[in-house]
């Protein structure tokens, strides 16, 4: 049964210091998602050189092993605009569920496209606040119980907030 974890990251740091315990603790670049705001200052974080995310180039030009190096290395980065709410950059599986069909369904609402990948509503909402005010959505897909407890441990020793797990939802093609 798979799971997704959850979290609000309140700054790049932050969001960079979990991501990077996450991949020290083995986890997939391809489990790990990444959602915040596009606001200039931001766009340092988007890209590596080396990557699998030659699209990140478009982003934020070549970033050193410095700062923003962290999340490079997650699959699939790219920026994406949501219609009445703005432009994003994400990575991971949500970068393909943001910009498919659950933002299709969302009929331009962030809080929408959530609830599209299985966050309940009031979650959701609370989270759309929180990332339309300058947080990183953090999300991790864990098969196993000792995976979930493992993913928000790791939130928790970096003092995320907001975190939570729900079961996976499958984005129809």
């Known amino acids: 049964m798979t799971k997704a974890v959850f979290c609000i990251a309140k700054s790049t740091e932050q969001a960079e210091l979990i991501v990077s315990n996450l991949k020290t603790a083995k986890f997939s670049n391809n489990d790990i998602s990444v959602l915040f705001p596009d606001k200039g200052s931001t766009r340092d974080f988007a890209y590596e050189k080396h990557t699998k995310a030659p699209e990140g180039a478009a982003i934020g030009g070549a970033v050193g092993l410095g700062s923003g190096a962290v999340l490079g290395w997650l699959a699939g980065i790219g920026s994406l605009a949501i219609p009445g709410i703005g432009p994003f950059i994400a990575a991971g599986p949500i970068m393909g569920a943001l910009s498919g069909a659950a933002v299709g369904a969302a009929a331009g609402s962030l809080g929408g496209a959530l609830i599209g990948l299985g966050?309940?509503?009031?979650?959701?909402?609370?989270?759309?606040?929180?990332?339309?005010g300058g947080c990183a959505l953090i999300?991790?897909?864990?098969?196993?119980?000792?995976?979930?407890?493992q993913v928000k441990e790791i939130f928790e020793q970096a003092n995320a907030e907001d975190i939570s797990s729900t079961e996976?939802?499958?984005v129809n093609a």
């Open 119 to 132: 966050i309940p509503e009031y979650e959701a909402k609370r989270y759309e606040g929180k990332i339309i």
């Open 139 to 149: 999300s991790v897909h864990a098969a196993s119980s000792e995976a979930i407890d």
């Open 168 to 170: 996976e939802a499958s």
